[in-house]
């Protein structure tokens, strides 16, 4: 079993090399991490593929192709503290634990949010920090500290327009936020905001993509 699942990864892992990837560090990250424990158990078969599944609540886990690239786009050193707006499955959190000093993430469904912090405990991802909130207002102040600024922030929903203010008053001056923006689905650009002072920015973009977006509050169960 374990050899079969291992070439699996492999495979994945030549895949994107094949399409572009090329930062080992990125793809050494994304073979340490199994993506099958990230999908639901019919899906089983395809959690190899190089294809987004749904998870849920309609959501999906990203194609392992966009998760590659929006890692790769953050330059991540291992002294960042990072921060993610929408775990889903939790597959994007763990990759990011890999290259990071510590992940902070944020999804707005509390189901699941809990199956992926069950399945952080499980792989003993240790320096991720996982809650239940709206990532649109940025990580909020828990017990009197406040974690901000991040090195890093990474979008995994699009945003209108542009990403959150918030958000953007989260992100360290030299630092690098990916969000997808757009207001629909067939219309989505991934792009890169590089802060070089309190309030200026290079934007640049890197591909199109298509994502679910980012809504506000924490959602209600029958949501
Ligand atoms: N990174 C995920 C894929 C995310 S899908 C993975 O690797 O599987 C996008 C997620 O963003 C969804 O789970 C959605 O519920 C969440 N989301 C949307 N708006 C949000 C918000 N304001 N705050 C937190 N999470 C949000």
Redesign the pocket.
């Known amino acids: 079993m374990e050899t079969i699942q291992n070439s699996k990864i492999i495979r994945l892992i030549m895949d994107l090399r094949r399409k572009g990837v090329s930062d080992m560090n990125v793809l050494k990250a994304m073979e340490r991490i199994p993506r099958d424990v ?1 999908v639901p158990q019919e899906m089983l078969d395809q959690a190899y593929e190089d294809i ?1 599944l749904p ?1 849920g ?6 194609q392992p192709f966009v ?1 590659a690239t929006m890692t790769e786009a953050m330059q991540i050193s291992d002294r960042d503290k990072v921060l ?12 990011l634990s890999k290259l990071c000093r510590r992940l902070y ?5 509390k189901p ?1 949010l809990q199956n ?1 912090q069950a399945i952080f405990e499980d792989l003993k991802l240790r320096n991720i920090t996982a809650i ?6 940025g990580w909020p102040i828990i017990n009197g500290i406040s974690q901000a600024p991040f090195q890093r922030i ?4 699009a945003a209108r327009g542009k990403p ?1 203010q918030e958000l953007l008053d989260q992100l360290d001056v030299g630092g690098i936020m990916v969000c997808p923006v757009g207001d629909n689905t067939d219309d989505q650009v991934l792009k890169k905001y590089h802060k070089l002072s309190d309030d200026t920015y290079s934007i640049s973009d890197i591909c199109p993509v298509r ?9 209600r169960s029958q949501e």
């Open positions: 990230f987004a998870i609540r309609g959501q999906t886990i990203s998760v993610e707006i929408g775990t889903g499955s939790g597959y994007q959190a763990a990759i993430t944020i999804e707005r469904h699941l992926a239940c909130a709206d990532g649109m207002k990474i979008v995994t929903a959150p994502f679910v977006p980012l809504l506000p509050d924490i959602a």
